[in-house]
């Protein structure tokens, strides 16, 4: 999917009715009406992957059940027929019996490589159909999980190579792990692009006549980023290098505290360079990353989604994914019809800077409707959001990080 990140809330602030602020400063109405759109687009397809695999476990019982039954019908006629001719002891039957034990042999053998053959080709051909629905549900959820997925821990991380820039960003809430594939719009990354200028010290040995070790500031701008790692506790990994890669110093740390390596010694640890470094400079860096982030992913792609630690697609779970987040939007939902004048509605208002305010909202009967086409599961969803008409509104604890 292409398109940078959308950042909401920068210039708008979020509010219920009685002008408390929403837990997340995001457009929730918007986020709730496209949930309710993936909801009902992602369940069906879940439940043909279901449907699928019921008929054609159905289908291989039945194929295995007849090849077993041919085998138990050979060997209980040799049986038989071994038992006869004992019991008539006559040599003359021996070669009649051969025939007919050959004759049953070829025939069934025939069948059954027939019967095998069938159930091959349903297993061989199972795992296309599954990949082709999974591939269709993961394209659905893609544009929603990269930023719809309220109180989530978010991982992002970035490699530099000859063959470009690639990078990963991994959420997780509650049970619930998603992965996303990150393109990013630049083939190479220096230190200047992504935090601008920036010096650490190191030793040197500088005079005319006697040389002496001296501390020099080196400018790091033009040196290549080979890896990045950047979390929403606002942790971060920095590895960088010069073009000639014989000089690597990495940057680790987070809030405001940093720590600098030059190879595997750290130059915050001594005593005379630590005192060379801008800490205040440092301190900024996970506020560039952030923002290089935002502004620079060029496409996302949804690669894999998980359930305590299972995949998600493959094990039929992605209803239950959607129980999780149903659980969080569920408090706000709930939120806004204790804190809102119409109890139908699901209203918030959104606050620009110069303080003018609008209103938008969604019915609790139209949520209901849309939830109650998709069947069982979107009836449940609704219950969990507690627009079920049988729902009343009560105090829920936020879940919402």
Not at 3 to 32: H, N, W
Request: charged share 30%; net charge negative; hydrophobic share 35%.
């Amino acid at each position: 999917m292409k398109g940078c990140l959308a950042i909401q809330g920068a210039f708008m602030k979020y509010i219920y009715q009685d002008s408390t602020e929403l837990p997340v400063q995001r457009d929730f109405i918007e986020d709730l009406k496209t949930f309710l759109d993936i909801t009902s687009r992602v369940i069906p397809l879940e439940n043909s992957i279901i449907e699928i695999k019921c008929k054609h476990k159905e289908a291989l019982h039945e194929l295995k059940s007849r090849i077993e039954g041919m085998n138990n019908f050979e060997e209980k006629l040799e049986i038989l027929l071994r038992k006869l001719v004992n019991e008539v002891d006559i040599e003359d039957v021996i070669p009649c019996t051969n025939a007919v034990l050959q004759t049953c042999s070829e025939n069934l053998g025939k069948r059954r490589e027939i019967l095998e053959a069938e159930c091959a080709k349903i297993e061989n051909g199972t795992p296309n159909e599954y990949k082709k629905l999974g591939g269709e549900i993961l394209e659905v959820l893609s544009r929603f999980l990269i930023s719809g997925v309220y109180g989530a821990e978010k991982r992002f991380e970035l490699s530099s190579s000859t063959n470009g820039i690639s990078g990963e960003m991994e959420g997780w809430v509650l049970g619930l792990q998603y992965h996303y594939r990150l393109g990013f719009t630049e083939e190479a990354l220096t230190v200047e692009k992504l935090l601008g200028n920036l010096s650490l010290p190191g030793w040197t040995r500088a005079g005319i006549l006697r040389k002496e070790e001296k501390i020099k500031m080196q400018d790091l701008s033009e040196f290549l980023i080979t890896f990045l790692e950047y979390d929403t506790q606002k942790n971060v990994r920095i590895a960088l290098e010069n073009k000639k890669a014989n000089r690597k110093f990495r940057i680790e740390g987070g809030e405001h505290r940093y720590f600098v390596y030059e190879d595997d010694k750290e130059i915050t640890a001594d005593k005379e360079l630590g005192t060379f470094i801008d800490m205040e400079s440092l301190a900024r860096i996970s506020e560039k990353v952030q923002a290089y982030f935002r502004a620079n992913i060029r496409t996302y792609t949804l690669s894999k989604v998980l359930l305590d630690e299972e995949d998600a697609v493959s094990t039929n779970q992605i209803f239950d994914c959607l129980k999780v987040i149903a659980e969080q939007y569920g408090v706000i939902v709930q939120e806004c019809m204790v804190k809102g004048r119409n109890k139908e509605e699901i209203t918030i208002k959104m606050e620009e800077a110069d303080g003018t305010r609008t209103e938008k909202y969604i019915t609790r009967p139209e949520i209901y409707t849309q939830l109650a086409e998709v069947g069982s599961e979107g009836i449940e969803i609704a219950g969990i959001l507690g627009v079920d008409s049988r729902t009343q509104i009560k105090d829920r604890k936020y879940l919402i990080v």
